[in-house]
């Protein structure tokens, strides 16, 4: 199973920015998309999912700014940003999962450490996104 993210890079203060993470190896059957994100000095967020049948989630730090979707032709999921702020900037990372949830007290924290756990699901690498002027 691999799960590449694309789209992260520097941005300014109120821009927007379009990641993309393609899914192979995997049966999506009912299972969740979704992206956790790792901000410099802050705990691995759930930042927002989508269902199969396309039933979505956001938290509250992201909510009414970004929207996700999915192209399940293309085994793709996207996470559109738009009014990006600083507080924004982190490691985004794509995950696959039968049910994607705010991550386990046990991975303290760490977006990287839940990744390297088959329990967690399915994770892609990360990418960086930046926002500063």
């Known amino acids: 199973v691999q799960l590449v993210e694309s789209g992260g890079g520097p941005v300014e203060p109120g821009g927007s920015l379009r990641l993309s993470c393609t899914v192979s190896?995997?049966?999506?059957?009912?299972?969740?998309l979704g992206w956790y994100r790792q901000a410099p000095g802050h705990e691995c967020e759930l930042i927002s999912t989508i269902s199969r049948d396309g039933t979505t989630y956001y938290s509250n730090s992201v909510e009414d700014r970004f929207t996700i979707s999915q192209d399940n032709a293309k085994h793709t999921v996207y996470l559109q940003m738009n009014s990006l702020k600083p507080e924004d900037t982190a490691v985004y990372y794509c995950?696959?999962?039968?049910?994607?949830?705010?991550?386990?007290?046990?991975?303290?924290?760490?977006?990287?450490?839940?990744?390297?756990?088959?329990?967690?699901?399915?994770w892609g690498q990360g990418t960086q996104v930046t926002v500063s002027s």
């Open positions: 190896g995997f049966s999506r059957d009912d299972s969740d």
């Open positions: 995950a696959a999962n039968l049910i994607l949830r705010t991550l386990a007290p046990w991975y303290g924290g760490d977006c990287a450490r839940a990744a390297r756990d088959p329990e967690s699901g399915y």
